[in-house]
């Protein structure tokens, strides 16, 4: 399956902390790409790393892929309360144009 | 620019009513999806268009679901009738055929 899943299921931090969600997924990939959804609000993309890329920054995200292991992680530094969201990962392969999400990671930043 | 406009936002209906959704995408994007998240996870792919047409609506429950995108532009999302597990966010997206998709902040039906 094209899914990915994250893990954990749900992650709470304090703000100011770091928060680190992983994602794991099956098939051979073109990209992996990150959303956020904040609660009752539609998905916003976050970042997109290609297959050919180990790491990706923007501002206080950044993001690792590592196609051997068919896994990523997106990694938060800083975090505050506005943070407070689901986050999705989403492997694309080119072709469909359609993406796939798993469950999501629920973050909660305590202020 | 606009980003992708849904409405109703919210919608409570009796079951065995029909209800309608309604998706605007960003001008110019050919690709529009419709989505079903039910609560805790995450959104699944209902039907796929390109322009005006279907690419993939494996996942649509046709005896209930239809969708439509007339002129390759707006679509509508009917349900007819609506079960108690229909309720759920319906999410609207769409990509002018690049990797990312923009979503609509949803519409929340509710099924009584």
């Known amino acids: 399956s094209q899914q990915g899943e994250e893990d954990p299921q749900a992650l709470s931090i304090q703000e100011g902390e770091n928060a680190t969600m992983n994602c794991s997924y099956k098939?051979?990939?073109?990209?992996l790409q990150w959303y956020r959804q904040n609660s009752g609000r539609g998905l916003v993309h976050l970042i997109l790393?290609?297959?050919?890329?180990r790491e990706k920054h923007s501002g206080r995200l950044r993001v690792t892929l590592d196609t051997s292991k068919k896994s990523s992680s997106l990694l938060i530094t800083a975090s505050r309360a506005a943070d407070t969201a689901s986050y999705f990962c989403?492997?694309?392969?080119?072709?469909?144009?359609?993406?796939?999400f798993g469950k999501g990671t629920k973050l909660s930043v305590i202020p | 620019e606009a980003g992708v406009a849904q409405s109703p936002r919210y919608k409570i209906i009796e079951k065995r009513q029909s209800v309608a959704f309604w998706c605007n995408p960003i001008?110019?994007?050919?690709?529009l999806y419709w989505y079903q998240q039910i609560l805790g996870q995450g959104p699944k792919l209902l039907i796929q268009?390109?322009?005006?047409?279907?690419?993939?609506d494996s996942q649509l429950p046709k005896d209930r679901f239809s969708a439509e995108r007339l002129k390759g532009v707006d679509s509508t999302l009917k349900i007819q009738p609506a079960k108690l597990e229909d309720s759920a966010v319906y999410l609207c997206?769409?990509?002018?055929?690049?990797?990312?998709?923009?979503f609509g902040p949803g519409t929340r039906l509710t099924v009584l």
């Open positions: 001008s110019g994007h050919a690709t």
């Open positions: 268009f390109q322009n005006n047409g279907v690419v993939d």
């Open positions: 790393i290609r297959s050919n890329e």
């Open positions: 997206a769409s990509t002018p055929n690049s990797d990312t998709q923009y």
């Open positions: 098939t051979s990939i073109n990209n």
């Open positions: 989403a492997p694309f392969r080119a072709g469909s144009y359609q993406l796939t």
